[in-house]
């Protein structure tokens, strides 16, 4: 089979398994301007250690896989519309609501992976959801599924940003796709909008500012000045999301698994405050909010109860108590 008609028919066959969009890129060294490294030497990843030591990794994917010739990589829709909201309670992130992504997506990826093989006999392939050193959005971003947006998030035409990726790295020849042009033009919503001012410079986020970093990653404490700045966003952060023009009128998601779960979409801080690690587990089990653990997801909580009565506590002439503090140590 030619690479051009084996291009075909994985895009064929990705379409058959859900996936909304498919392109093939060419495994060669990826990053050659050395912005995985700038970003690391700054401390824009925080606490996030392992990026560092994979870094090698990252940006040579035939360190993981040798002899690789192409990358696939395949998207999938997630967008729901957010329920109402709820007194008392924090949002979360849209891609929290369902079931954990790298569940849903592992499956058809691997059945993706393994139809190579079949159509190329003695063909090695690493498939990766989020759960490995590749970098997917780069990736993408060669492949043509879409383009780096300021928020440094993966946009496409008719999907927005509001998707996961999923890639196989493969030693087959596969026909490359060619990138799509930016779209982002001269637009600044994104940087504009966001809360802590994580959005350094176009298309590089600096952790230690980042509302979702805070929420999922952080094990520590957060600072005060940011922890004001939560509002009411107890697990991940939509804003740059939110405001991008190219969200706007999204057709939803038609997986199931990434609908909203009862309750999953705004979290009351009083339940979340209650809860033991029996009841987290019970309540969470099989999705990303299982990602901050228990200590990180009450350390949240309690910002954002303190963040919703603050107008009261400013009227009342009060001042903010120390409640942005992790119990871990």
Known sequence: ??????????KDKAALL????????????????????????AGYHASMEWMRRT??????????LPCARSVIVVARNYFANRPEPVAGAGRVSRYAWGRDYHRVLEKPLRKLAAFVT?????????????????????????AGVGWIGKNSLLLR???????????????????PDSPVP????????????????????????DARRCISYHTIENRGDVPDELAEKFGDWVFGCDVCQDVCPWNRKLRETTEADFLPRPGNAHLRTEEISALDERDFLARFAGTPIMRAKLAGLKRNARIVAENQSVSVTTVNGGARSPLRESPVR
């Open 18 to 41: 859900g996936f909304d969009a498919c392109g093939i890129a060419e495994a060669t060294a990826i990053d050659p301007e050395h912005r995985l490294a700038q970003w690391l030497d």
């Open 1 to 10: 089979m030619s690479p051009s008609e084996l291009a075909d028919a994985v």
């Open 118 to 142: 079949e159509l190329e006999p003695g063909t090695g392939v690493y498939p990766c959801v989020d759960s490995g050193p590749v970098m997917e959005k780069a990736w993408a971003e060669r």
């Open 182 to 205: 930016d779209l982002c033009g001269g637009c600044t919503l994104c940087i504009d909008a966001c809360p802590t001012q994580a959005i350094v410079q176009p298309k590089v986020v």
């Open 55 to 64: 870094c090698d990794v990252r940006t040579d994917v035939s360190r993981k």
């Open 157 to 175: 035409r008719e999907l927005g940003s509001y998707f996961f990726l999923g890639a196989i790295v493969t030693t087959a020849r596969i026909a």
